[in-house]
């Protein structure tokens, strides 16, 4: 175990796991969905992506990543992105699945 992985939760870091070209650039990442992280979707949702090999990105829009850090939860909610490759098969994944939901 590397020092900088101690700690960590997941295989390694999302750059690892996220494919890249056939130059070995980083692909584009697609907007999947939505949701909110008060109850803990967000996590549900991106742990059952990861669990299917899809590699997921957060962003907390507006001042969402400041809330996360200072109250451990971000108002605004949180978007999530996958590799555009994987994008068809992530929204399969979540289908049935409440995103966009309102925040």
Do not use: H
Request: with cysteine; net charge negative.
């Amino acid at each position: 175990m590397n020092k900088e992985d101690w700690g960590r939760a997941g295989s390694g870091l999302v750059s690892d796991r996220w494919p890249k070209d056939e130059a070995g650039q980083t692909e584009e990442p697609a907007f999947l969905c939505s949701r909110g992280n008060t109850d803990m979707s967000d996590e549900l949702t991106v742990n059952m992506l990861e669990a299917y090999g899809i590699p997921c990105l957060r962003s907390y829009p507006g001042d969402g990543g400041f809330g996360r850090v200072i109250m451990g939860a971000s108002g605004t909610g949180v978007d999530i992105f996958v590799p555009k490759s994987m994008l068809e098969e992530a929204t399969m994944l979540i289908e049935g699945e409440n995103c966009d939901e309102e925040l």
